[in-house]
């Protein structure tokens, strides 16, 4: 499942890298994503976003049992931490491949939208002067401005995105410490049990060693 959900995040982290330069795959891109809003495909998105999100909030409620236990207990055995690793490791990814998903979503609509007032601005601007030039250049100016507050939004989605990308590194990278803090916790599992068990051995042998002689004074 870890496998699953870095292969998703890693793939939403290269479309969004598309979508912000102008390349031939940015045209590629976008024509894959208006065929994905249209029909079926924005209520199956919405179902996948949907059983992620219960699945996230499934994580973090065992989380929180598992810290709440270890309030109670005062302490927290092998097998607690393992889990509560896990559940944490899945939370994070989770929450970052619906981040990275919104954050798609977002791009996608702006970058639309910009295309769509260039072209009415570029359609205005072909008119001749029968249409108008004052009304004409009113319009022209109302276009200006509007792609500009879209290219100021955009740009400031672009700082969120970068600032996020940054977070999921050093998440992953706490996620990669985690996971080798958890290996050790097993290791450190299975040499307790197998101290145990041969403790429980000893006692055994240690028990069965007066029977013996016991047996032996009695013949």
Do not use: C
């Not at 889990?83 to 609509?109: N, Q, S, Y």
């Amino acid at each position: 499942m870890f496998q699953l959900l870095f292969m998703v995040i890693f793939s939403e982290m290269a479309v969004i890298m598309v979508l912000s330069f102008k390349t031939p795959l940015r045209k590629l891109t976008l024509m894959v994503l208006d065929r994905v809003k249209r029909g079926q495909g924005p209520l199956m998105v919405k179902t996948v976003a949907a059983t992620i999100a219960v699945v996230m909030i499934s994580s973090v409620y065992s989380m929180v049992k598992i810290q709440k236990r270890w309030i109670d207990d005062g302490s927290a055995n092998p097998t607690e931490q393992i889990l509560m690793v896990k559940h944490l490791l899945e939370a994070t990814l989770m929450g970052g491949v619906l981040f990275l998903a919104l954050m798609i979503d977002r791009l996608h609509h702006y970058i639309r939208e910009l295309r769509i007032r260039r072209k009415s601005m570029e359609a205005i601007k072909k008119q001749g002067p029968e249409d108008g030039k004052s009304s004409g250049s009113d319009k022209v100016k109302a276009l200006e401005g509007e792609v500009t507050t879209l290219q100021a939004k955009l740009k400031q989605l672009e700082s969120d995105l970068e600032t996020k990308t940054k977070e999921m590194d050093a998440a992953e990278a706490n996620a990669v410490a985690l996971r080798k803090q958890s290996e050790g916790f097993l290791l450190e599992y299975d040499r307790l049990l197998e101290e145990n068990q041969n403790l429980r051995n000893q006692l055994e042998s240690l028990e069965q060693s007066p029977s013996r002689s016991g047996n032996k004074k009695n013949t």
